[in-house]
């Protein structure tokens, strides 16, 4: 786990600071991340089968409705069609759908993690984008302060050849360096 910098996030297993993302026992560079998408995983098959199950039963239901008794018959047909709807509304509520977050790091795809609760993954994706946008805050930093310290290096071994004092240029390039 970090020991400094800013932590936008750290709870059951996660943290993210303002240049590291850990989760699951690894660390990626927060700059290095690119392409930073979610994915929700599909149905559960017995959710989707007793969906269908319940849906097909209703539509049965709906069309001999009428040609029978509808006391005797209805009630029967209804009460076989909450079988398969109880199961698809229990199986919904076991079986949650988990959100997985995935990036392109290093030339390769990767999934940084995956969560069940749609809270914790929507606290974790706000503070991923703040510890991306800081990484991208002190990348620009860096490399204007090596440009002012190219240009200022420049400037003086121009005005050090222009007086004919190369070792003083010299000296003073490698004390910016």
Not at 5 to 29: K, L, M, N, P, W
Not at 97 to 123: D, F, I, K, N
Request: glycine residues 6%; contains cysteine; aromatic residues 6%.
């Amino acid at each position: 786990m970090p020991q400094r910098g800013r932590t936008y996030y750290q709870r059951s297993g996660v943290c993210i600071t303002d240049r590291h993302f850990y989760a699951g026992g690894t660390r990626y560079e927060v700059a290095d991340l690119r392409q930073v998408w979610t994915v929700r995983d599909p149905l559960d098959p017995i959710t989707m089968g007793a969906t269908i199950m319940a849906a097909l039963l209703l539509l049965v239901i709906a069309v001999a409705w009428p040609r029978h008794d509808p006391m005797a018959e209805g009630l029967t047909l209804a009460a076989i069609c909450l079988v398969p709807l109880g199961l698809a509304i229990g199986v919904c509520q076991a079986r949650k759908r988990q959100y997985s977050l995935w990036a392109e790091y290093h030339g390769g795809t990767v999934r940084l993690l995956r969560v069940p609760r749609c809270e914790v993954h929507g606290q974790i994706c706000r503070a991923l984008i703040r510890a991306r946008e800081a990484a991208d805050r002190t990348r620009r930093i860096v490399v204007t302060e090596r440009v002012q310290r190219n240009s200022s290096a420049d400037l003086l071994m121009r005005s050090a050849d222009s007086s004919g004092h190369k070792d003083l240029s010299r000296m003073r390039l490698n004390a910016l360096r």
